[in-house]
Each structure stands twice: as C-alpha cells, then as structure tokens.
C-alpha cells in the first residue's frame, strides 16, 4: 500500500509564475490536510479538504493560494504569482477519517523555491 | 485558538545520555501527537495519547500526557544517532496543528 505521493519533490519558479503541488493521499484515505514549513519554523496548518469539499481553510494567505480535491485525481496546491517569500516545503499529510483520534499519513514534501 | 509550545528549541547530547522534550499547551489537549521529521524528509508517527496521565513506549522512546492534559513530555533512553532529527508535537484542534518543534542532535 503505498504512501502518500507528492509531487514534484523540488519546484523552481521564477518570481510571477505559477506553481502546482500535487498530492495523492493514501489508498482508502479521502481527508487531505496541507501544511507549510519555513526554515528554523515548525509547520503551519494551511487547509483541510475531504473529496471535492473544504472543510478548514484558516490557514491559507486570503490571496494568491488555493486548493482542490476533485471527486479523481489528486489534491492539488496553487499558488498564482508566487513570491520570494513562498519559498518553502510544503506537505501533504492524509487519513481514513476526520483528524480527531486518527493517525496523519505524511508524504515526503515538496520543496518549492522562487527565484 | 490553541498553541503548542516546545522547549528546548534543539538540543544536542552526547550517544547514550538520556533526554526529555516538552511541549505545553495553551489549551486542554484532547489528543496529543508525537511525530519525528528527518531533514529533507516527511513526519513519521510515533505516538499518540489521549487520555490524562497515559504513558506509551516504542523501543526507547516514551512519551506521557500528564494529568490536566496540558502538558506533555517525550523521553528517550540511552539516545542513539539514528534518534537525531526534528520532534514534533501535535494537538487535535479540528485539525492536526503543531509546536515549533525540536531539533536533537546526537554526537557519536
């Protein structure tokens, strides 16, 4: 059974672009939580989503950043106009159930740099 | 909203000493998490515990939620190197939220 699968691994965007974060949860699993991590910072709740719906997004800048997960397919993590500051890994982490007393699955990152 | 707070911010001990990470909660913690992050790398569980004044072990790692459910501590015996990387504590909030965690470095 595998992992949760993030791709890609590393991003380089120039300042302006686009970038896409992909992220398939684990067999069985339909809750998928985003998460940000900066250097030297632990990391930061973005947004919580269970197929096709948001259930959290409190986390998530107001402008610029988005989030999906479609009925197939993976979750996907947008960021429009990406800047310096966006710089950073991102994970993606899922669970069979909602997060109360459920374990999260954690994929190995995207690392995503602005140039 | 609730906060994790984690202390000490990193920690370095020499192979085979004992140590103890500590994370504080702002508010009462109906479910507390332990992961481990190695660099580069994503969360891996360790353990969880729920209940006021539980104790669980894996191999030399032991972690406990004391009695009012706001603290919590993770002890490793007779560290390894294989033991260094980030320790992170989680709280149940509606969603899975984080201390800043807790960088270990273990010197051969």
């Known amino acids: 059974n595998a992992g949760v699968m993030q791709n890609p691994r590393h991003l380089v965007r120039r300042r302006g672009q686009e970038a896409r974060l992909r992220c398939s949860p684990m067999?069985?699993?339909?809750?998928v939580y985003w998460y940000r991590q900066l250097p030297e910072e632990g990391l930061k709740f973005m947004v919580y989503l269970q197929k096709e719906n948001i259930i959290d997004e409190s986390g998530m800048p107001k402008e610029r950043f988005s989030a999906e997960f479609p009925k197939e397919g993976p979750s996907i993590l947008r960021i429009q106009q990406v800047v310096r500051g966006d710089s950073a890994a991102y994970f993606c982490?899922?669970?069979?159930?909602?997060?109360?007393?459920?374990?999260?699955?954690f994929g190995s990152g995207t690392q995503l740099s602005v140039l | 909203s609730q906060e994790l707070e984690q202390s000490p911010q990193s920690l370095i001990v020499q192979e085979g000493k004992n140590l103890t990470i500590n994370c504080t909660s702002s508010k009462t913690l109906y479910g507390l998490y332990w992961y481990k992050q190695k660099y580069g790398e994503g969360l891996i569980f360790l353990m969880m515990l729920q209940k006021g004044g539980e104790e669980k072990s894996h191999e030399k790692i032991t972690a406990k939620l004391d009695e009012k459910k706001q603290q919590s501590s993770l002890h490793i015996t007779a560290s390894q190197p294989s033991h260094a990387g980030i320790y992170l504590c989680?709280?149940?909030?509606?969603?899975?939220?984080f201390g800043q965690g807790t960088t270990l470095q273990v010197k051969p």
């Open positions: 067999k069985g699993h339909s809750h």
């Open positions: 989680g709280a149940d909030s509606g969603k899975l939220i």
């Open positions: 982490a899922s669970s069979r159930d909602s997060p109360t007393n459920e374990k999260l699955f």
